[in-house]
């Protein structure tokens, strides 16, 4: 098989205070069955050798789902094909003297920590502030006590296949994180487990977004395109109307 | 409720509400303007003394300051939430390809928001000023009044291809606008519920589509009527 | 060292009921002021941390991860097991617990596992209180579906992504007891020693891994929810990250370790493609209802599997057990694959792999319910090897998937160095020599949740009077310096190879020799292999960049020094074992059909490994296994 040959443009950024800029190296002879991180580690390992250091990269899973991976590639969050995380793309997607520019996520409220590694704790504070159902351990009631509609559970799991990787955040215009925070307030919010809470729970998870620095939603769009787990927007308008009901109420 | 009020989704809802208010004083407007259409001395008259009513009536003149607001709201929070963007993203991509994942008009409503701000200046200088605080000229009506002549100013203005050319190109800023602006705000507000999902996609493009298209008429109607 | 489990008295039945009734219990005030570290926050530890928290103790807790929620456990996809009989099938506790030890080939202990099964039907009850969304009947109750060749339908899931769904669950209980300041939460950060004083677990040194800081964390109790060590082999299902550094440390402190050399082997995974392969994934097991496994007859055939005519396919499971055909246990169709490719009949590029063909399915059910039944497994398959399955079958092969050795531990959870604790696959625990399908999900909730919290306080109830030591403490100062010494050491090295180049060889060797079969002549010649591939690590592996910064490549080297420790016990543990269980299969003990041969005579034990030092080989302690219910018998497929 011939191999594939590509220049990669990359964003280095040694740390968080460091300004960063793009360095292009050449990577030669690649197979197509490879992932995209695993062209990365074939630059990397090229880099070792030359006494360069490696560029870093927030990966671990390598099969889509733990939401760790998170590189723009052409302008693309995971890249150009729907569904589909950075791990699972594979570089049969790419043609042999393509140009890849590779950008990590960018949003005030996710810093470079170095070269394509951001920091998405501001995520994790989000769900700290309200994205749980209050239950202690031991206090549940039978799993069956509650019947849920089978199309109630669907959508809720719908909303709950969120990964959490920030491709919302980052393909956003505004750097929204509308989608990430409605997939959770939706999934709690379908379920009557989470009914006691559900006011509180919006209302802490919005105000912790803005307090995090991400912008507004726009409604563009673009978020569920990007999306590698495909979440509609609609839990979005969902949350909008939680949020409005909720107030406008008291 | 307090931190509703300063909350981003309340700052859009406030986009949304005054962007639809808006695109209600579009329609009254419009059906004003319809009277363009009536040709002769009778259409001359008709329109002259619309224009006199909607100057000096009290309800309109309530109504004109509810929709300066709703403008001035509209432009000011909008304002605030495209600099506020720009700070959610202080560094930009290198690489952006928005055209794989969303509308351009979804994507440039500031742009054509700024189009529209500066239509509205020229519209405003060259109609609403100089019915206001221009030297307007009079039409002679047959029981000897005489009432500013509105139409005149329209019509000619009108023989000006440039000017028309710019109120066209103008519409079509709006319509792309509305296009993404009515749909949004509807599910901004959070009633674009999924099973009315094609009343509202397919209502905010005939809102689109038909209010910029039957604006720009007027103006083409004069034009070549004028050649 | 003596291994005490401290199974409690009385009848099996009976006995977590009266120890949950008689334990010594800490009473809230003093609970205020205990400190438990937990590290790890996967199923296993962020149930423990948050469940550790609501009950007021005061935990802190620690993940390499950028965040808590990306721990490994959010890979599984199947399901986790719960003795509830919804589906009204005769299931019960006992039945669950006999599938358990029968499935683990009775190398497990039975006290342990009884308990698993008593707790896993509060799991799922938390779990759906929780909100996770478990699959439903259009009734509205929790739909379940079979798994793993049990007679019963007892397997909870949510679509093929339930290790996820449940993650989330315990990490957003997680989450609140953070937000209560009841837990302390630091991410991207590793645990690199376990802290001794006075013979107890007292602490331990973390390395910041943005900044490179090492830390001293004193608490009165460790708990290890670490995972398990299949990285070892490099290629396996595992996350990159996974590792076995905080049990290894562990192991080296004094914490003894158990059948090292029990490790799952998945036999629907997508074949490794190249050299630059770094990880492998799994296909559900499912597959294999529908699916039938062939190679060619001819050896080297490299014509494109759909030009082969039926006549010239070997559908070696079918002819060699006809009874269970293509599903049989992992541990015998992954074997069956191997010996097919060992032979030389292998397909694909590399030959490594076999066909998995769904032509006769797709003929006898039609396309439509094809898909509706392995859809979005036939997507997966075409978006990482870039073929159709619905034309052409699909190419696989075994991997590892799990490892059932780990931290011994008593009937508390507790290692064998007091006041550390070990829970979910970091322990060796329930599954014996081989686990179950979904009750690994099962395991890590059951000890995080409903376990440790009531065992840890025995512990705990004596350590009332313990006041916080301070982090100056000389053991601490050791700790840390032996740390950061061993990371100068690397940093300082200036080889010319990268740690992923050794990680890479070692893998093969474990593979080659401690995977699927392992012999005594290659065991043997294994050892001196690891051993001389470790000498040249410390010699001549490359790491760049600073200590003071993020450095990947950093903690990488640290986690593949140890695996290279890790990989010399398992030979070791494999070697010792003269008998083919689960897991492991021994080419020279096997019946005349090529079939497992256990020794219950010789082997009903856990083997326990004692550290005496990197150069001086360690000490195995035996762990008699009592079967006083259940009755080992041997599995037949035939």
Request: aromatic residues 10%; proline residues 4%.
């Given at each position: ?5 590509l ?22 002879g690649?197979n ?14 090229q ?33 150009p ?42 995520f ?5 502030s ?19 509609p ?8 719908d ?92 | ?58 309800v ?60 509205l ?13 221009g ?93 | ?28 005030a ?10 790890g ?5 962020a ?23 990306r ?24 039945r ?27 799991i ?13 009947e ?31 669950g ?11 300041g ?6 991207r ?203 052409t ?54 000890d995080g ?17 313990t ?23 690397l ?47 410390w ?6 960049g ?21 990989g010399?016990?398992m ?44 150069n001086?080989?360690p ?17 037949s497929?035939?």
């Amino acid at each position: 098989m011939s191999g594939l040959d590509l220049t990669l443009k990359i964003w280095r950024q040694k740390s968080s205070v460091d300004n960063g800029g793009f360095e292009t190296y050449d990577v030669k002879g690649l197979n197509s069955h490879m992932s995209f991180l695993e062209m990365m580690d074939v630059l990397n390992e090229q880099l070792v050798t030359q006494n360069k250091e490696p560029v870093a990269f927030d990966h671990d899973c390598r099969e889509g789902i733990c939401g760790m991976c998170s590189m723009v590639i052409n302008g693309r969050p995971h890249g150009p094909l729907k569904g589909t995380t950075t791990c699972q793309l594979h570089m049969r997607h790419f043609n042999n003297g393509d140009i890849i520019t590779i950008e990590p996520w960018r949003a005030k409220a996710f810093p470079v920590i170095k070269d394509l590694v951001v920091d998405r704790s501001s995520f994790d504070r989000i769900i700290q502030s309200g994205g749980y159902i209050s239950v202690n351990t031991g206090s549940a009631p039978d799993g069956n006590a509650i019947p849920i509609p089978k199309d109630i559970a669907e959508e809720a799991f719908d909303a709950a296949a969120c990964i959490g990787c920030g491709a919302c955040v980052a393909t956003c215009k505004n750097a929204s994180a509308s989608l990430f925070v409605s997939a959770k307030v939706s999934q709690l919010s379908l379920l009557p487990q989470g009914q006691p809470e559900r006011k509180e729970r919006v209302n802490k998870m919005v105000a912790q977004m803005d307090s995090e620095g991400f912008g507004h939603c726009t409604n563009t769009g673009a978020c569920e395109v990007e999306c590698p787990k495909e979440i509609s927007i609609e839990y979005i308008r969902k949350m909008n109307l939680d949020y409005n009901v909720n107030n406008i109420k008291s | 409720m307090n931190n509703y009020l300063t909350s981003n989704i309340f700052r859009k809802v406030l986009a949304s509400l005054s962007g639809l208010f808006l695109v209600t004083f579009l329609i009254g407007h419009l059906l004003g303007n319809l009277q363009l259409f009536i040709p002769g001395v009778e259409g001359q008259t008709q329109f002259n003394k619309y224009a006199f009513f909607m100057t000096t009536n009290p309800v309109v003149k309530l109504l004109s300051i509810i929709t300066y607001s709703a403008i001035f709201l509209h432009i000011f929070i909008t304002l605030y939430l495209v600099i506020q963007s720009k700070r959610a993203r202080p560094v930009q991509y290198a690489v952006s390809n928005g055209k794989d994942n969303s509308s351009w008009s979804s994507r440039n409503m500031s742009v054509l928001g700024t189009v529209l701000l500066f239509f509205l200046i020229v519209h405003l200088k060259s109609f609403w000023y100089e019915m206001h605080f221009g030297e307007m000229p009079y039409q002679y009506l047959s029981d000897g009044t005489k009432i500013k002549d509105l139409h005149l100013i329209t019509t000619s203005a009108f023989q000006n291809p440039f000017y028309t050319f710019f109120y066209v190109f103008c519409m079509v800023a709006l319509s792309l606008h509305l296009k993404h602006g009515v749909e949004s705000a509807i599910q901004t507000v959070g009633l674009k519920i999924p099973s009315y999902e094609k009343f509202f996609k397919y209502g905010a493009m005939l809102v689109a589509f038909s209010i910029p298209a039957v604006f720009a008429s007027i103006p083409i109607y004069l034009y070549v009527s004028s050649l | 060292m003596i291994l005490d489990s401290k199974i409690p008295d009385g009848p099996l039945e009976s006995k977590w009921t009266k120890y949950k009734s008689t334990v010594p219990l800490v009473s809230p005030a003093n609970k205020r002021k205990l400190e438990i570290i937990v590290v790890g926050t996967g199923l296993a530890g962020a149930s423990a941390a948050s469940s550790l928290a609501e009950m007021g103790y005061q935990v802190k807790s620690f993940c390499f991860q950028d965040s808590p929620r990306r721990a490994h456990s959010i890979a599984a996809q199947g399901g986790i097991n719960a003795a509830k009989n919804y589906q009204n099938d005769g299931d019960s506790v006992y039945r669950l617990f006999y599938d358990t030890i029968k499935g683990g080939d009775y190398r497990s202990r039975e006290a342990n596992v009884y308990r698993l099964a008593e707790v896993s039907a509060s799991i799922i009850d938390q779990c759906v209180a929780q909100g996770v969304p478990f699959a439903r009947e259009y009734g509205g109750t929790l739909d379940n579906r079979s798994f793993g060749g049990v007679q019963v339908s007892r397997t909870f899931y949510a679509r093929g992504q339930t290790g996820q769904q449940l993650l989330l669950g315990a990490y957003s209980a997680l989450s609140r007891q953070i937000s209560k300041g009841n837990v302390k939460m630091y991410n991207r950060h590793e645990m690199v020693d376990i802290v001794k004083i006075d013979g107890k677990a007292r602490g331990v040194i973390v390395r910041n891994l943005l900044t490179g800081e090492f830390n001293r964390h004193f608490g009165h109790a460790v708990v290890l929810a670490t995972g398990g060590y299949g990285n070892v082999y490099y290629l396996s299902t595992n996350a990159m990250g996974s590792n076995v550094t905080a049990a290894w440390k562990a192991y080296k402190k004094g914490a003894a370790f158990s059948n090292p050399c029990f490790t799952q082997i998945h036999p629907t995974c997508i074949p490794v493609s190249g050299e630059y392969q770094s990880k492998l994934t799994l296909m559900s097991e499912s597959l294999r209802n529908d699916g039938r496994i062939w190679v060619p007859k001819k050896k080297g055939d490299n014509r494109s599997p759909n030009e082969i005519p039926e006549e010239e396919r070997d559908y070696y499971l079918e002819r060699r057990y006809p009874a269970f055909g293509n599903l049989v246990p992992r541990d015998v169709a992954s074997r069956a694959a191997k010996e097919r490719c060992d032979e030389g009949y292998g397909v694909g590029e590399t030959g490594l792999a076999v066909y998995l063909d769904f032509e006769n399915a797709i003929n006898r059910l039609g396309k439509d319910i094809v898909s509706a039944r392995y859809g979005n497994l036939f997507a997966m398959y075409d978006k990482i090897t870039g073929d159709d399955p619905y034309s052409t079958p699909m190419r696989i092969f075994p991997a590892v998937h799990y490892t059932m050795g780990g931290l011994w531990v008593d009937y508390d959870l507790m290692t064998t160095v007091p006041g550390l604790y070990a829970i979910g696959e970091c322990n060796f625990s329930d599954h014996g020599a081989n686990r179950l399908g979904a009750s690994a999900l099962m395991q890590g909730l059951a000890d995080g949740y409903f376990v440790l919290p009531y065992t840890i306080g025995k512990y705990l109830s004596q350590d009332i009077r313990t006041t916080p030591i301070k982090t100056d403490h000389e053991a601490f100062v050791e700790a840390e310096n032996d740390a950061k010494e061993r990371n100068k050491k690397l940093l300082n090295n200036n080889g010319n190879r990268s740690v992923e180049s050794f990680h890479r060889d070692l893998g093969k060797i474990v593979w080659d020799y401690c995977g699927m079969s392992r012999n005594e002549s290659s065991l043997v010649t294994a050892i001196e292999d690891i051993k001389q591939l470790r000498e040249k690590f410390w010699k001549d592996v490359k790491v760049l960049g600073d200590e003071k910064s993020y450095n990947p490549e950093l903690d990488k080297a640290g986690r593949v020094a140890d695996f290279f420790e890790l990989g010399e016990l398992m030979m070791r543990d494999a070697l010792e074992r003269n008998e083919s269980c689960g897991g492991h299969f021994r080419e020279e003990y096997q019946t005349k059909e090529g079939e497992a041969l256990r020794d219950d005579e010789e082997y009903t034990f856990a083997s326990t490994w004692e550290f005496k030092g990197v150069n001086h080989p360690p000490i195995l302690h035996k762990e008699d296994l009592d079967f006083k219910t259940v009755h080992p018998t041997q599995r037949s497929y035939k």
